[in-house]
């Protein structure tokens, strides 16, 4: 059986900020603070290519679904009305 888990809640810019802002002023602390910029870019191209509309898996995930596998017309239209639930099992 296929379970859906929610996925965790997402940490806030604040969050982030303030547990660097609770480092004790030294090394770690400031290669916390250089990374930030860093951590935030990286943080943003996964949300990006991971988001439910538009998003690269998105895209990646229909070509090959629409190519690669051989579908009938009424599965790929099954599959486009509902691409996560189209072959649950239960």
Not at 23 to 52: F, H, I, N, Q, T
Not at 57 to 76: G, M, N, T
Request: charged share 25%.
């Amino acid at each position: 059986m296929h379970a859906r888990h929610p996925a965790p809640p997402p940490h806030t810019q604040q969050e982030n900020t303030a547990d660097i802002d609770q480092l004790p002023e030294g090394p770690a602390k400031e290669k916390a603070l250089a990374m930030r910029g860093k951590v935030e870019a990286a943080s943003r191209a996964l949300d990006d290519m991971l988001a439910v509309e538009g998003g690269a898996c998105q895209r990646l995930v229909e070509a090959i679904i629409v190519k690669y596998i051989a579908l009938s017309p009424f599965e790929l239209q099954e599959w486009e009305n509902d691409p996560e639930g189209v072959w649950d099992i239960a």
